[in-house]
């Protein structure tokens, strides 16, 4: 696909005129990690064969309610997904961003709808990383009694036949259930300092660099819950180039830069580009 190649290029450049790097990242960039994609409810069955005998789509088996009522089940789903985050190695694609942040002297934050934690485990430094949604690696009260938010260092296993945990978490102050610090749907118990601590980093980053040529490179953000997208195009509006990789809804106006593929292809392409 000589066009594809082609815009490889000028992405290269991109990165090669830059001196700041926004990443901005959505549930496609963990596919290439071989996490399990939900979009639809046949893709979260074909990962869920439970939920699929339940017919409980992702928004059902995900709802906060079932703390409340069940945590046993709550914790199935959320433990099974803690346990695979854990568990996956963040593919090559991570580690070439690091790579090029390095070789340019970039300046760089990540911002992220994933709840995955993927960034810190690929080895970017906690203090320059956006969780928009929050992160599983992270817990809270469900009533919740304080503003508390922990480190999750527990071990939840889970039984696949019934999914449900067979250990619940539990709050470090009153002993009720908690939850993950994870923004949810129909979800009104979130606590969002963790979040707007790290919003408060991210604007000071953008206000440090607004002198800097940035540019920022988008990674499977799709068009379902669009917060990750409309970050990278209001900085595209006030004057930073824009690389958007989707192998599905890459579509952005130039003069940015639209790359119909994966992460992990997008990446790999430009890092030829850079090389050749
Ligand atoms: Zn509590």
């Excluded at 599983?136 to 019934?162: G, K, M, Y």
Aim: hydrophobic share 40%.
């Amino acid at each position: 696909m000589a066009d594809l190649q082609e815009r490889f290029r000028h992405a290269a450049a991109a990165v090669q005129n830059a001196r700041a790097l926004v990443i901005t990242a959505g549930a496609g960039m963990g596919v290439d990690s071989g996490l399990p994609d939900f979009r639809g409810d046949r893709g979260f069955w074909n990962a869920y064969a439970m939920y699929e005998r339940l017919r409980l789509s992702s928004v059902q088996a995900a709802n906060p309610a079932h703390f409340e009522c069940d945590p046993a089940f709550g914790w199935g789903f959320y433990g099974h997904r803690t346990n695979l985050y854990r568990e996956t190695v963040p593919h090559a694609g991570f580690s070439l961003l690091r790579e090029w942040i390095g070789r340019f002297g970039l300046d760089w934050f990540v911002v992220t709808s994933n709840v995955d934690g993927q960034f810190q485990k690929a080895g970017f430094e906690e203090e320059r990383i956006l969780e928009v949604h929050g992160s599983i690696h992270h817990l809270q009260c469900i009533r919740p009694c304080s503003q508390a938010i922990w480190e999750n260092r527990e071990t939840i296993p889970v039984d696949f036949a019934t999914m449900r945990a067979g250990h619940i978490p539990r709050c470090l102050h009153c002993g009720a259930v908690a939850r993950p610090n994870i923004l949810m749907f129909g979800d009104w118990s979130w606590i969002s300092d963790r979040t707007a601590r790290q919003e408060r980093r991210f604007d000071e980053f953008i206000t440090d660099c607004r002198n800097l040529p940035l540019l920022v490179v988008e990674l499977g953000a799709g068009t379902a819950i669009p917060t990750i997208r409309h970050t990278s195009e209001q900085l595209g509006r006030s004057g930073s180039m824009v690389v958007r990789i989707n192998p599905r809804e890459a579509q952005i106006s130039p003069p940015h830069i639209s790359l119909p593929c994966g992460a992990l292809e997008g990446l790999r392409g430009i890092a030829a580009a850079l090389n050749a």
